[in-house]
């Protein structure tokens, strides 16, 4: 009768341990435009790049989460583009057993940190296939951005609550 306690215990401690796994990282879209090439390539190549970053994710079921990492890369030379590198990494994942904070945070920075490598690697090969100079983007601190939204959306929340001013002079 112990062992079946014991048992019965050690299953309900799985069932609450947190859960991560990956199931699946794939590449959802992918974009690279050229508007003014040939002419480009007769420029110094003196690139001012611009990296846009966005991050999304989907329920798909109780547990599993698609997160989509969209990195949009843009180089200009002398105002004009050179090339436009646009690239949807996705994952799916498997998230149980978290509280609701801190799925909120493995979703937000946990899995685009998983997801970045795979997105910055897209971008150097379609920069490369596009006769362009090696591109190497900077590690980037998801945490830290996490942090930030979170940080902005409290001051938001804050600002809505506010009672409104009822001076009169």
């Known amino acids: 009768m112990a062992d079946e306690t014991q048992n019965g215990a050690e299953a309900t401690a799985e069932q609450q341990a947190p859960q991560f796994a990956i199931q699946r990282v794939y590449t959802k879209d992918i974009s690279f435009e050229t508007p003014n090439s040939p002419a480009i390539f007769q420029k110094d190549w003196k690139p001012e790049v611009q990296l846009d970053i966005d991050t999304k994710s989907t329920k798909l079921a109780d547990d599993t989460f698609e997160v989509i990492l969209s990195l949009t890369v843009t180089a200009k030379v002398e105002d004009q583009t050179a090339f436009l590198a646009e690239v949807q990494q996705a994952g799916i994942f498997?998230?149980?057993?978290?509280p609701e904070a801190q799925l909120a945070h493995t979703i937000g920075a946990f899995c685009p940190t998983t997801l970045f490598p795979y997105a910055r690697e897209a971008v150097a090969n379609l920069v490369s296939r596009?006769?362009?100079?090696?591109?190497?983007?900077?590690?980037?601190?998801?945490?830290?951005?996490?942090?930030?939204?979170?940080?902005?959306?409290?001051?938001?929340?804050?600002?809505?609550?506010?009672?409104?001013?009822?001076?009169?002079?």
């Not at 100079?133 to 942090?147: C, D, G, K, T, Y």
């Open 94 to 98: 498997t998230i149980g057993n978290l």
């Open 130 to 169: 596009g006769s362009f100079p090696q591109i190497n983007l900077a590690p980037v601190n998801f945490e830290a951005l996490f942090a930030n939204y979170v940080q902005q959306r409290a001051a938001q929340a804050n600002a809505e609550q506010a009672p409104a001013s009822t001076e009169t002079h």
